[in-house]
């Protein structure tokens, strides 16, 4: 029985690549990923002989983790890494741990599922924050049209800082939702293009964020952390 090994890779800088994650993609017979693209110029910047890559995204039918199950059922070790960052967190290789273990139960294959941890975009901005002492809630990404208003109305209501992932160019009309729905007496705190060569980290009450942001570039991924003053 083959293992499956979750794998975190750098989201920026590829010196945060860990010596196990290396030796991991190294050694396994097939690396599922996100994009075969990017998960291919990441094996050649780690001097990784050529592997086979199967692509696995949100819009990934059934049938290709059913071929990933049956190769980890013939013996086959298996890595799956996103395009950055630590796996299965608003990321669809959920369905493939989901069903790994769902056959595992249903049909006594043993099949082993280890993490290899590393980068994460969530700890590496509630790190630097200093917004969070004890917990927080993680809200992913929120949805863009149907049932927007509805998260919000849920998410003003936690008394705990929440964690949200966002497009930059989205970013402006999600920080004004959040002045509409948590008010104007709001902590946000703001990681963009975390750990590449133009890292910015800044935060305030969401009103100076709203009113500064055209001194910041809007461009590339960000990390809001939120916290309304109860």
């Not at 075969?36 to 094996?43: A, I, V």
């Not at 996103?82 to 273990?101: E, H, R, V």
């Not at 705990?160 to 497009?167: A, F, G, R």
Request: with cysteine; hydrophobic share 40%.
């Amino acid at each position: 029985m083959g293992t499956l090994f979750i794998v975190a890779t750098p989201i920026g800088n590829i010196g945060d690549i860990t010596k196990r994650a290396i030796e991991t993609l190294q050694n396994v017979d097939v690396v599922a990923c996100e994009d075969s693209r990017n998960t291919g110029k990441l094996l050649k910047l780690l001097d990784i002989p050529k592997k086979q890559l199967v692509s696995l995204h949100q819009h990934s039918n059934d049938e290709v983790i059913e071929r990933l199950i049956g190769r980890l059922h013939s013996g086959e070790n298996i890595a799956y890494v996103t395009d950055g960052g630590t796996p299965n967190i608003s990321d669809p290789g959920l369905k493939l741990i989901q069903n790994a273990k769902l056959k595992s139960q249903n049909y006594n294959l043993k099949i082993k599922i280890i993490p290899i941890p590393g980068p994460s975009a969530v700890a590496s901005a509630v790190s630097v924050s200093g917004m969070v002492e004890k917990e927080f809630y993680f809200a992913g990404f929120l949805p863009k049209k149907n049932g927007r208003q509805t998260k919000f109305r849920e998410l003003s209501a936690l008394n705990v800082p929440i964690v949200i992932y966002e497009s930059a160019l989205r970013l402006p009309r999600t920080l004004n939702d959040i002045k509409e729905y948590f008010g104007d007496d709001t902590e946000v705190f703001i990681a963009r293009e975390m750990t590449k060569m133009f890292e910015e980290y800044w935060g305030g009450s969401i009103i100076d964020i709203i009113n500064d942001l055209k001194s910041h570039k809007l461009k590339g991924e960000v990390t809001l952390i939120v916290k309304k003053l109860f």
